[in-house]
């Protein structure tokens, strides 16, 4: 595998990219947007789906910038994204990114891993033979999250676990959890925390789906009794897990900020605002404030577009990655909270259909997608807790909330 | 910040260097406080032309070292900051860009290396009611013999009092509202029948409104193509909003600027008021207000620089977000100082005041919404 960024070996790579992506994409699953959101949350895929993981396993393009020596496509950033705009093309998705294997753990393992705790995990989350969950949340410890209390007690030759989790994504299909643990309550809240990779398929773990206002239910509560964990399960040192957990996280945030993936196009907001409200003589939007809010989204998600790109070019520039970046996680989230919310407001009466007869496919899902887009600015540190770090650490502001 | 040229940079920081310290704020306030009818000292912007200010966006051939938009735009945000006053927008970049995109060579010769020089101001006069309106010229531009007579008013003409020339839209066909019919003249600033009255404005900067009675012109004073002006106007005024992006970014910084080093020193209740949540939310507000405003108005000035497809709607983008920001940060400045930012001695209120100014010009941002809006085919 070349690693040449030359203009001219660029365009090479995107050639022979174009022709693996038409020879292995299965011509079944292409126009079929909402396939990868499927794969991300349901039961193991069959089929043409199961061919085109098998396919992207072996050349280990799930995890295009991962080593070689582990499966992964060993590519710069560069060609990583000329893959992704190939995949774009034609509508071609990661079949890997069910759990969090690829966008978060495997590159917290690769950073803070033993060797042998790579050889373990990394080359099943790049063949996505695993799926991983996150024990982060807990009852009482949810935007304070350094507040957790699951603890595990060094018990001779392995970690005895107890306690609970909330908000576990897909804890119920997984197979490892990176979990958050307390290894010294007697610590300041944040030196006593330890990041175990533990085993899910064990008597003392117990997953229970929580049902969600959108109507599915993608997270789970997770109850552990008398868990056990191996003794160098531990990732990066014992009671230094806020470190490592912390750095995962940002791993989320970069994939929550909408320059992770390229997405299909979606349609554009004033042509449905059309349909539902009609149009004046002069083609205008009829209904003038909604138009004028239309608008003011539109500029919205413009200004966030060119803030990415802006990022992205600073990133690649002398001084490197700008504090810009900081403010991507909650302009993201307005941008696409508000888009759902006028989706919804649009369509009226139809627009709080829930399912069966009467309403369009269209309808039903931007319903469900406004409700689970709530959760938008709650996770991956809430929109509050976004602006309590830009505050202190960006604007220096003094820090009342004692989280570091 | 976009990546910028080596040139770029130096540009900017001898911008910033020559802000600083020979055009703080107390530069502005000094020049308001002695009633420079003008709006500006002239012997400051002598300065700026001096460092090639009034050139960037003029070719080499005439004076100019045609370094773009996005470097006049890196200088007009320094100004912002500091509120350094000049007729940079309107000269040197509006008519500017008026007569290189749309002139004869003589009319190049004529005007452009001496508004580089600032020996020439020159002044755009477009509105003719309180409100931005382009789209709605009725000045009227007469054919008579070989040349012309102008008969209208123009009103909220920027730097008009300065001004040797006026860059002017008329009609010399079609009824108000028609795309056709437009067309843009040089006239002298002292010509026959061109009346101008002073406009005292809350920014203290300088305008006017300008009567035009049976004003002649020659063949020679069309801009651009006669009744094709709309084009060569729409091209000129979205450069001019651009840069005014840049200043009124300028603007929000310094007053953000402002505003966390009061956050950061101001001790109630026992702490510093930076430390209360209500207030730091607010500010972390404002800083992505910032960020998001800077990719904008830096994408509209360097769609000017590659005359790209999408300049109109970028610009608009800008205009609307820019504007956003300055409104929030300018009203927070006032609030988070407490009484002491009502006080005339505070630099606050220069700064909310010139926001608003700079907000009504080229157009707000309802004009900007509903032009998206058009421009995006709803």
């Known amino acids: 595998m070349t690693t040449d960024t030359t203009e001219a070996a660029l365009e090479a790579f995107r050639a022979e990219a174009r022709a693996w992506l038409e020879a292995n994409f299965p011509a079944s699953l292409r126009d079929k947007p909402g396939l990868a959101m499927a794969i991300m949350e349901g039961p193991e895929p069959e089929g043409d789906v199961a061919l085109w993981k098998q396919r992207m396993a072996d050349k280990g393009w799930g995890a295009a910038t991962w080593p070689t020596q582990y499966g992964g496509g060993g590519l710069n950033g560069l060609q990583a994204r000329v893959l992704q705009q190939e995949m774009g093309r034609i509508n071609a998705f990661n079949p890997m990114l069910a759990g969090m294997g690829i966008s978060m753990v495997g590159p917290t393992i690769l950073e803070y891993g033993t060797e042998a705790q790579k050889d373990k995990h990394i080359p099943a989350i790049v063949r996505g033979e695993v799926r991983w969950c996150l024990g982060y949340s807990e009852p009482n410890a949810g935007s304070d999250l350094a507040a957790l209390q699951t603890k595990a007690e060094d018990a001779g030759n392995h970690w005895r676990i107890n306690g609970s989790k909330i908000w576990t994504s897909g804890a119920h299909h997984s197979d490892w959890c990176g979990l958050l643990v307390r290894t010294d309550p007697a610590a300041r809240k944040h030196d006593g925390i330890t990041f175990l990779l533990v085993d899910m398929h064990q008597p003392g773990i117990d997953p229970r789906p929580i049902k969600l206002i959108a109507g599915a239910s993608v997270f789970c509560e997770v109850f552990f ?73 539109l500029i919205d998600a413009r200004a966030h577009g060119l803030t990415l790109a802006r990022v992205a070019a600073e990133s690649r520039g002398a001084s490197g990655a700008s504090n810009a970046a900081s403010i991507l996680k909650n302009s993201a989230t307005q941008v696409a909270q508000v888009r759902a ?38 996770y991956g540190g809430s929109f509050e807790v976004q602006n309590n770090i830009i505050s202190k650490r960006i604007l220096g502001l003094p820090d009342m909330t004692k989280s570091s | 910040m976009a990546l910028l040229t080596e040139e770029q940079v130096m540009v900017r920081d001898a911008a910033r260097a020559w802000t600083q310290e020979q055009s703080p704020v107390t530069a502005f306030r000094k020049m308001r406080d002695s009633g420079q009818p003008l709006g500006y000292e002239p012997a400051a912007y002598a300065e700026m032309c001096e460092m090639g200010w009034a050139g960037v966006v003029i070719p080499e051939a005439y004076g100019g070292s045609d370094l773009g938009y996005l470097t006049l735009g890196l200088i007009l945000e320094e100004a912002g900051r500091t509120l350094a006053a000049s007729p940079l927008l309107s000269s040197a970049l509006a008519c500017a860009s008026a007569i290189v995109r749309g002139g004869t060579e003589a009319q190049k010769q004529a005007h452009l290396p001496a508004i580089a020089s600032g020996e020439l101001v020159a002044a755009l006069a477009v509105d003719e009611g309180p409100r931005h309106a382009p789209e709605r010229i009725a000045l009227k531009a007469a054919k008579s013999g070989d040349g012309y007579v102008l008969n209208g008013d123009k009103t909220f003409v920027l730097e008009a009092m300065a001004a040797g020339l006026l860059v002017v839209a008329a009609r010399t066909s079609g009824n108000v509202g028609d795309a056709k019919g437009v067309t843009l003249f040089l006239v002298a600033a002292d010509a026959a029948g061109v009346d101008r009255r002073p406009l005292q404005l809350a920014d203290s900067r300088g305008a006017a409104d300008i009567g035009f009675k049976d004003v002649k012109v020659g063949a020679e004073a069309v801009l651009g193509a006669e009744g094709e002006g709309a084009a060569l106007l729409e091209a000129t005024l979205d450069r001019a909003r651009a840069g005014l992006c840049a200043e009124m970014l300028g603007m929000s910084l310094a007053a953000f600027e402002l505003t966390l080093d009061y956050l950061r020193t101001r001790v109630q209740f026992g702490q510093v008021i930076g430390g ?58 006032i609030q988070m100082h407490g009484g002491i930012g009502m006080t005339d001695a505070h630099d606050a209120g220069l700064y909310l005041k010139r926001a608003r100014s700079v907000e009504a010009a080229f157009g707000n941002r309802a004009y900007h919404r509903d032009r998206f809006a058009r421009l995006n085919g709803f």
Request: hydrophobic share 40%; glycine share 10%; aromatic share 4%.
């Open chain 1, 225 to 297: 009794t008398d868990a056990v964990a191996e003794k160098d399960a531990v990732l990066g040192e014992v009671n230094d897990g806020w470190t490592v957990g912390k750095r995962l996280l940002q791993h989320e945030r970069a994939s929550q900020t909408g320059g992770g993936r390229v997405a299909a196009e979606p349609p554009p907001l004033q042509n449905i605002a059309k349909k539902y409200a009609g149009v004046d003589e002069a083609g205008r939007l009829a209904d003038v404030d909604l138009r004028s809010r239309v608008a003011s989204h």
């Open chain 1, 341 to 378: 919310e006028l989706l919804i407001e649009i369509a009226g009466n139809r627009g709080v259909g829930w399912e069966g007869e009467g309403f369009t496919e269209a309808e039903v899902e931007n319903v469900r997608s406004w409700l689970s887009g709530k959760a938008m600015s709650i």
């Open chain 2, 276 to 333: 209360f949540q209500a207030l730091q939310h607010r500010a972390a507000k404002m800083y992505g207000d910032l960020e998001l405003a800077r990719s904008c108005a830096e994408a509209a000035l360097s769609a000017c620089d590659r005359d790209a497809d999408d300049v109109a709607e970028l610009v608009s983008v800008a205009k609307v977000k820019v504007g956003e920001t300055l409104f929030n940060i300018s009203n927070e400045l």
